[in-house]
């Protein structure tokens, strides 16, 4: 009889591993929870066999792995959500997993996707179990998937796990699209703004220069400021300033980011931001506990479904509080104390995940939290954009007044000066 290895967790959190005899992975599952474990990882041990018999056999399952065509990046977030979610539709419809898989590949287009899913059929074809061939190909499947799916093959609950997996991205895609959109806006409009001024520095005042020195009187103070930006952005490179310095600014939080310590110091500067740092925290919290609750109720243990989320939640200061959480539970502590003491989240979480906790309904509790976030979220993106939208007319029209100002006030002068009692003799 075949002898399978299998990770498990006790009824305690803690990590169980052992073999069990069994005639195929169901039956092998079926025993392992009968001793009260939930088992996380089920594969069969090879048997012991002659030399000749193992070399054949070896030489049947290794299958050559396809060449994945050239790609920058991964796979794109939408063709992702539907191949789930179509996987999610032929495994609940009782297809085995293989031919779901051969099916979903011949209607894909030519690419990277139909690549890797054939490359998983492959795989799984030569015995190897869907989340471990889907680990072999990060472009596509990431740690949060592969244990999704894991769980989902532990439990006999793939096409449901599949499903909720399609409704998560397709969750997240659609909050990073809102706040993506948010930022859009106002970048276009300043840029703009100051490829119009920069214009105007470059090439329209110092052609009032030449013809303020034919005054030969003494120019106003806000004058000189302005012929002095305008030499600097035309003679002194400052055009190039202003328009490699986003550039420069990107490429030095990402050097800032490289270290664990420069990323933590970056992610709490962008939360202490007014406006957008309360919109980019309450998205970082509908994320984790987004993610949080979909691995728990796809049946993931709550110490891995932390631990990955703490990896996926885009967030070093969440990241650390999640891994704050981690250890407390590990210790015997429930999740709502230690998330209370790192003061990262709103009392409303904390109560919320309290009573998840209390009734056994943590997974419905933690995505309650993130819808009610979303919609938070959305408020604050709307919110954002009015206020924007008067602050730029404001700082647009002071340019604009400061150089209109600016040229005329010699021309003033000039009046003045020619009008007066003491010109006139």
Do not use: C
């Given at each position: 009889m075949p002898m399978y290895a299998y990770e498990a967790m006790?009824?305690?959190?803690?990590?169980?591993?052992?073999?069990?005899?069994?005639?195929?992975?169901?039956?092998?599952?079926?025993?392992?929870?009968?001793?009260?474990?939930?088992?996380?990882?089920?594969?069969e041990k090879a048997g012991?066999?002659?030399a000749s018999k193992k070399k054949e056999a070896d030489e049947t399952v290794l299958t050559p792995k396809?060449?994945?065509?050239?790609?920058?990046?991964?796979?794109?977030?939408?063709?992702?959500?539907?191949?789930?979610?179509?996987?999610?539709?032929?495994?609940?419809?009782?297809?085995?997993?293989?031919r779901s898989l051969q099916i979903l590949e011949q209607q894909q287009k030519p690419g990277l996707l139909k690549a890797i899913i054939g490359g998983v059929a492959d795989e799984v074809e030569g015995g190897?179990?869907?989340?471990?061939?889907?680990?072999?190909?990060?472009?596509?499947?990431?740690?949060?998937?592969?244990?999704?799916?894991?769980?989902?093959?532990?439990?006999?609950?793939?096409?449901?796990?599949?499903?909720?997996?399609?409704?998560?991205?397709?969750?997240?895609?659609?909050?990073?699209?809102?706040?993506?959109?948010?930022?859009?806006?106002?970048?276009?409009?300043?840029?703009?703004?100051?490829?119009?001024?920069?214009?105007?520095?470059?090439?329209?005042?110092?052609?009032?220069e030449t013809?303020?020195?034919?005054?030969?009187?003494?120019?106003?103070?806000?004058?000189?400021?302005?012929?002095?930006?305008?030499?600097?952005?035309?003679?002194?490179?400052?055009?190039?300033?202003?328009?490699?310095?986003?550039?420069?600014?990107?490429?030095?939080?990402?050097?800032?980011?490289?270290?664990?310590?420069?990323?933590?110091?970056?992610?709490m500067v962008k939360l202490k931001i007014p406006i957008l740092g309360a919109i980019l925290g309450k998205t970082a919290i509908a994320r984790f506990t987004r993610t949080l609750g979909t691995l728990i109720s796809a049946g993931v243990p709550i110490l891995d479904a932390i631990n990955i989320t703490k990896e996926t939640c885009g967030n070093e200061v969440y990241s650390r509080a999640l891994a704050k959480v981690h250890d407390a539970i590990r210790e015997g502590e429930s999740m709502a104390d230690p998330l209370r003491a790192t003061k990262v989240c709103d009392a409303i979480v904390v109560n919320m995940v309290d009573v998840g906790e209390e009734t056994g309904d943590l997974d419905k509790m933690l995505i309650k939290v993130a819808d009610n976030y979303d919609n938070d979220v959305d408020v604050l993106v709307g919110s954002l954009i009015s206020i924007l939208e008067p602050v730029m007319v404001v700082v647009l029209g002071v340019i604009v007044g400061f150089i209109v100002v600016a040229l005329f006030a010699p021309m003033i002068s000039l009046i003045q000066s020619v009008s007066s009692p003491s010109a006139k003799k």
């Open positions: 006790n009824s305690s959190g803690q990590e169980v591993k052992d073999e069990v005899e069994a005639t195929s992975s169901e039956e092998a599952i079926a025993k392992i929870r009968g001793k009260g474990y939930f088992p996380t990882k089920v594969r012991k066999k002659k396809r060449k994945m065509p050239i790609s920058i990046g991964g796979v794109p977030r939408k063709q992702l959500v539907g191949f789930t979610r179509q996987l999610s539709t032929l495994q609940d419809a009782g297809l085995p997993i293989l190897g179990t869907l989340s471990d061939a889907m680990a072999n190909y990060p472009k596509a499947f990431d740690k949060l998937y592969v244990n999704m799916i894991n769980a989902g093959e532990a439990g006999g609950v793939l096409d449901i796990i599949l499903s909720r997996l399609a409704d998560f991205m397709e969750k997240a895609a659609k909050l990073k699209k809102k706040v993506i959109g948010a930022m859009i806006y106002p970048i276009v409009v300043i840029s703009i703004a100051i490829g119009i001024v920069s214009m105007i520095m470059v090439f329209v005042i110092p052609k009032f013809i303020f020195k034919d005054f030969k009187t003494e120019l106003p103070g806000v004058t000189k400021l302005l012929l002095v930006i305008s030499r600097w952005f035309a003679q002194d490179y400052g055009w190039a300033y202003v328009l490699f310095s986003p550039i420069a600014l990107i490429l030095l939080i990402k050097l800032i980011r490289i270290s664990e310590g420069g990323k933590y110091f970056v992610d």
